[in-house]
């Protein structure tokens, strides 16, 4: 039993260790209260991981999902997800005729949980998920991403705070901050 001096040498190394180790996967930690924050602050919306996702969508007999993607358009046009259709956030009106479920994304999630939410509350009548970690997770996980019907290395990461989510290979060369 460690009493004293040897007590708060020994909690210091093992609690300096730890914010060391936190450190060295800042990343991680983030996205980990990152995500428990947009499920507290959303607790109706349902989510659907990128594996889940990507496996969903290769199995073209299977009834397939409208995807769509809540960021602005300024992000959109740099790249989204393969089928995905862009929303207007400040419009979200859809008509889910002919899908199995509407899958919406955004950046990292926060924003398109919003928008799950007020479909929700419109009524929409087929499974609304939020895509957990939304297009950053996405291609984090190697999944590809298009603009148009090309695949393209390039995320919009919204802001400099924002972008420090999405790895840095997936920024484009020129791009303008979200305000």
Not at 127 to 148: C, K, M, R
Not at 149 to 155: I, R
Request: glycine share 8%.
């Amino acid at each position: 039993m460690l009493t004293g001096k040897a007590f708060v040498i020994a909690a210091g190394f093992l609690l300096g260790g730890s914010i060391f180790a936190l450190s060295l996967n800042w990343r991680g930690v983030s996205w980990f209260f990152l995500k428990r924050k947009i499920r507290l602050a959303f607790p109706t919306v349902e989510t659907i991981g990128v594996t889940e996702l990507a496996e969903w969508l290769a199995e073209p007999a299977r009834p397939q999902p409208l995807i769509l993607d809540t960021r602005t358009l300024q992000e959109y046009q740099i790249s989204h997800l393969p089928q995905a259709q862009w929303l207007d956030p400040d419009k979200s009106t859809v008509s889910g005729e002919n899908y199995a479920a509407i899958v919406v994304y955004c950046s990292v999630g926060y924003r398109s949980a919003q928008v799950a939410q007020t479909l929700q509350g419109q009524g929409v009548t087929l499974p609304v998920y939020n895509l957990e970690g939304s297009i950053f997770a996405w291609v984090a996980t190697e999944h590809p991403v298009f603009q148009g019907e090309q695949v393209v290395q390039a995320v919009h990461p919204f802001n400099e705070t924002w972008g420090r989510f999405l790895p840095v290979r997936w920024h484009p060369t020129h791009w303008e901050p979200i305000r």
